[in-house]
């Protein structure tokens, strides 16, 4: 039939869209030819779920899943209960769906008892799961933050030292350079360790600051070599 031939070649040109590292367009590219999440065939659809969960993007398939299997017409095809877990595994699991994966098994007559007992089962102990990850993350912040803090806090030393010697160096310099403006050259000084250790030349963003800097080297160069800031010449 024609519905057979139009999905038989949606399926080849998922498979071409993936081989050639497509995968972001197959989804528009099916819903083009059937224009709902909800009229998708079972095994287009099945295709979509696989696809995007192997790349490491389930929440693509979310809300085309869940209008899907909500569509009244599709839970009574024999491919409900599969695609329902199938949806479940790769989609809510991993996504921290519980509360939807649960309400989904609960309401779905495709699995009896025994079925819908196991599938929440899996629920729970994929939550349970999710909660200890989340605790380690949280942990291994925690143990990060004081790391960090020791880091910046000699980073901070380092630079007020070098600070305070470049300080005394143009202090010095200035007995040498009558009415020398230093706190230009200070800062000037601080400006080249942020453009040369701290920021990459290359990039735009260092732009204003290598503009700035060359603007106070010149003013102090011209304060230097001007004849009012010259100290007298004494016989």
């Not at 609960?106 to 819908?116: I, K, L, P, T």
């Not at 089962?121 to 803090?149: F, K, L, M, N």
């Not at 601080?190 to 080297?217: G, N």
């Amino acid at each position: 039939s024609f519905a057979e031939v139009k999905c038989s070649l949606c399926v080849v040109g998922i498979q071409a869209l993936a081989e050639m590292n497509r995968w972001r367009e197959v989804l528009s590219w099916v819903l083009q030819y059937y224009h709902a999440p909800e009229h998708l065939p079972p095994k287009v659809l099945e295709l979509c779920i696989l696809l995007y969960s192997k790349v490491g993007e389930p929440q693509v398939m979310l809300e085309v899943g869940s209008s899907w299997l909500r569509d009244h017409a599709n839970q009574s095809l024999p491919e409900y209960g599969s695609l329902l877990e199938l949806y479940l595994v790769h989609v809510l699991l991993p996504l921290g769906r519980f509360e939807g994966a649960e309400e989904l098994v609960r309401g779905c007559d495709a699995f009896d008892g025994e079925q819908r007992l196991a599938f929440l089962g899996t629920i729970c102990e994929s939550r349970s799961q999710w909660a200890q990850r989340e605790e380690t993350r949280s942990a291994a912040e925690e143990q990060q933050d004081p790391v960090t803090e020791t880091v910046l806090g000699v980073l901070s030393q380092k630079l007020l030292a070098m600070l305070t010697l470049l300080r005394r160096a143009l202090r010095s310099m200035s007995n040498h350079f009558y009415l020398l403006p230093y706190k230009k050259m200070l800062l000037a000084t601080f400006l080249l360790y942020l453009v040369v250790v701290r920021l990459d030349p290359a990039s735009p963003t260092s732009l204003p600051f290598i503009y700035k800097l060359v603007q106070l080297f010149r003013q102090a160069w011209a304060a230097v070599l001007s004849p009012v800031h010259r100290p007298p010449i004494r016989d």
